[in-house]
């Protein structure tokens, strides 16, 4: 089952579909991976039906499902089910699945107005909505700053998660964005705040991670370096950790979506529907 957030105020489920489903899984794919790929297409195709329309300009996200969904609207564009939409690129892999779907793009800048933007999501608190991106390795091109900036600036927002992304038990790390000149004094002012419940890794580009960030720490086509703060205890509140790493001066940017009126509905699709 995939769950999205979208912008919405009454909760609504939406009963499994699985009519033009992506082409059947290569051989050897195992049952469980083509369920779940059935699953994001159907969520992502949901997404693009009830939010897109045309004229829009729309923040392409990176992930599964968000490929699904580009893949999606670049058929409905050639079908002319939609025109005249414009694509922002949240990564180097979306911009490149985007232009072969043919939709046109334009790069992400501030002020730049976005009314509709997907994207998928590590998790999304169930509850408060709130949203974690970023965990994942960069494998396309991604970029947090670019992501979580498209989030921020778009009129509505749709997050899609697999169903045990959905959760009300938040554990794990969250990324942080942090200037490169002073890192290691906000790592250590991340470290205080977070005492004996966190440690704070910076993130390697290869190889062995550790604190330092091993021989090839990471550093982002924006010229930042990630922090992994790994949480030893359950989380209890995003929110409260997005609001305090916001006071910390060195921190640019964290990978929690917290607090945008926006998202107030979950959708589900799937056939494990509760």
């Given amino acids: 089952m995939a769950h999205a957030t979208v912008p919405l105020s009454v909760p609504k489920h939406v009963p499994s579909v699985r009519r033009n489903i992506p082409s059947a899984p290569a051989r050897g794919r195992s049952t469980v991976a083509s369920v779940a790929d059935a699953d994001f297409f159907e969520a ?3 997404t693009v039906d009830r939010f897109v329309k045309s004229g829009m300009v729309v923040g392409l996200g990176s992930g599964r499902a968000s490929s699904f ?3 999606y609207l670049g058929r409905c564009l050639q079908q002319g089910a939609l025109r005249d939409v414009v694509g922002i690129p949240s990564s180097v892999f979306s911009a490149s699945e985007a232009a072969k779907a043919g939709i046109p793009l334009n790069h992400y800048q501030e002020n730049l107005q976005i009314d509709f933007a997907f994207n998928d999501a590590d998790l999304i608190e169930e509850g408060t909505l709130t949203a974690l991106i970023g965990r994942r390795k960069p494998e396309g091109g991604e970029s947090l700053f670019i992501e979580k900036s498209i989030a921020k600036a778009a009129s509505k927002l749709a997050l899609i998660v697999a169903e045990k992304q959905y959760t009300r038990d938040v554990d794990g790390s969250i990324p942080v964005l942090v200037n490169c000149g002073n890192w290691m004094e906000t ?3 991340i470290d205080d705040l977070f005492l004996g419940d966190a440690e704070v890794w910076r993130r390697p580009t290869s190889g062995q991670a550790d604190p330092m960030g091993g021989d090839f720490p990471l550093v982002t086509r924006e010229g930042h370096h990630v922090l992994d703060v790994i949480f030893t205890s359950p989380i209890l509140d995003l929110g409260q950790v997005a609001e305090s790493l916001d006071q910390i001066a060195g921190v640019v940017d964290h990978g929690i979506i917290f607090s945008m009126r926006r ?12």
């Avoid at 107030?264 to 699709?269: P, Y």
Wanted: charged residues 50%; glycine residues 4%; positive net charge.
């Fill in 44 to 46: 992502a195709k949901q």
């Fill in 187 to 189: 790592a250590e002012e």
């Fill in 263 to 274: 998202h107030r509905r979950i959708e589900e699709w799937g056939s494990n529907r509760r």
């Fill in 69 to 71: 969904a580009v893949r």
